[in-house]
């Protein structure tokens, strides 16, 4: 397109309907300790406020961390401040942490030091400029340059400490509209950062204004920042804690301990904390315990696979659909005990079934191999489901997961055995197997799901081996 003063304007107007629509996208957030915290990505949430300079809508960015949240519940003026903000962004693990208890997802942390970056590039691709304010003599002036070799075409529209006389405050202010910079950044720490931006933010020019704590002293080199394989374990805390151990025990030691409090009342008060828990141990439970048993069992798998192939050359493993939580079929495994064509002859077997009822056992069945009836005598047919368990689609303790034909026969309550994962034991497997009736296991399977916790899962774990060696309902 040829670039005619005409085409010029409708590029520009094209650029600022685009940013008008973008400042106006409503941005999907989670509620924690009653304020709204943005759900995004670094780059999307940079693009989003370089939109609102671009279209010129005024907007307040503030951070939220354990810090802000101890501090917040004891001060009414900065509790304002945080709630007059136009975008909160989930700051640090503590909000992560938080979220989860009461089980939700805050996407990225979108914490100012990393974010930083992303907006001195999206500021640069706009030709925005930013204002830095606060700190020390000199850290703000270390930032800017830091940015300014990062980002070369970035416009610095003017640097000033966090240290003014009050009475300077009218001429600092006219100093800051004067830059026309379209993005002010505020690092005078929390609170008093954002109580200056609520005291002063309708004198202020800029559509945008952030506080952004110690920003500044990361990126002048006042105080180096924790190694990048920190902060991958999510451990920032503890490296300012080994910076400045003195100025920051307080805050990470105690305040950590205080904030986890709140954030566990919070979730008591909004999700079911116990059970949030006790799903949390289980799947732990899972991962470690299939883990070091697939480790400890492997020489019992080999020997079993040589077996079963040495018998009739067929497969090792029998996949077969089953019926698991909430009704989600998944595909089984297990050490084939039966004939290949074992499906085949089920049909003509039924009427000679060992159980009546729903679920099919014959005691005496013609489609067990040698190697299967011993397989099955010690349960060692089971445990590949094992990885059944690391995938998820099963638990170590729970009801057996059942066949589909078997769940279309289900009378009144029996569904409700479904209403948790399956699992590689559970309460009648200890207490006699196929010698228990259907219509009993139902019933153990319902009662088990609606008092199941970790305690109860380690006691029927440890009843197990006992159980599998007794042989006492076993075929």
Not at 340 to 361: H, Q, V
Request: glycine share 8%.
């Amino acid at each position: 397109m040829k670039h005619t003063p005409f085409n010029e304007f409708r590029l520009i107007a094209d650029a600022e309907l685009e940013y008008r629509i973008e400042a106006d996208r409503t941005q999907t957030s989670t509620d924690l300790f009653g304020l709204p915290l943005i759900k995004s990505n670094q780059r999307e949430i940079a693009n989003h406020i370089l939109a609102r300079v671009g279209a010129n809508k005024k907007s307040t960015v503030n951070f939220l961390n354990a810090h802000c949240v101890n501090i917040q519940r004891n001060d009414p003026e900065y509790r304002d401040a945080l709630d007059n903000s136009d975008l909160l962004l989930p700051d640090g693990i503590g909000m992560e942490i938080a979220a989860k208890l009461v089980g939700q997802d805050l996407g990225d942390n979108l914490n100012g030091t990393d974010l930083f970056p992303e907006i001195c590039r999206a500021a640069q691709d706009q030709g925005t400029g930013i204002f830095f304010f606060g700190g020390m003599p000199g850290v703000a002036n270390g930032a800017a340059d830091w940015a300014a070799t990062h980002f070369a075409e970035l416009r610095i529209a003017g640097v000033h400490s966090g240290y003014y006389a009050p009475e300077n405050e009218e001429a600092l202010i006219e100093r800051i509209n004067r830059s026309r910079a379209g993005i002010v950044l505020v690092g005078l720490g929390v609170p008093l950062q954002e109580k200056w931006i609520a005291r002063n933010r309708h004198r202020i020019d800029a559509p945008v204004v952030m506080g952004v704590g110690g920003l500044f002293d990361y990126y002048s080199g006042r105080i180096p920042r924790a190694p990048k394989i920190v902060r991958t374990c999510k451990s920032e805390w503890v490296w300012r804690l080994a910076m400045e151990p003195r100025r920051m025990a307080k805050r990470y030691i105690w305040g950590n301990a205080t904030f986890m409090a709140h954030a566990c009342m919070q979730a008591i008060t909004i999700a079911e904390l116990g059970s949030r828990m006790n799903a949390f141990a289980k799947r732990s439970m899972d991962i470690i315990g299939a883990s070091l048993a697939i480790l400890a069992l492997m020489p019992i798998f080999i020997a079993t696979a040589l077996s079963i192939r040495s018998e009739d050359k067929g497969p090792v493993f029998f996949r077969q659909i089953r019926v698991g939580a909430d009704g989600t079929p998944f595909s089984m495994i297990k050490f084939r005990s039966m004939f290949t064509d074992a499906e085949a002859r089920r049909a003509a077997l039924l009427a000679k079934s060992d159980r009546t009822g729903t679920c099919f056992k014959m005691r005496d069945d013609p489609r067990i191999t040698r190697t299967g009836r011993f397989i099955r005598r010690f349960s060692i047919d089971e445990l590949p489901q094992l990885f059944n368990v690391l995938g998820g689609s099963m638990s170590l303790v729970g009801p057996r997961p059942a066949l589909s034909s078997e769940v279309c026969e289900y009378r009144g309550s029996q569904w409700e055995r479904l209403g948790g994962k399956p699992g590689i034991t559970c309460t009648w497997q200890v207490r006699g197997r196929a010698e228990i009736p259907f219509e009993r296991q139902a019933i153990m399977d319902r009662a088990y799901l609606k008092r199941t916790n970790i305690w109860i899962d380690l006691k029927l774990l440890l009843s197990t081996p006992a159980a599998v060696l007794s042989g006492k309902g076993a075929y």
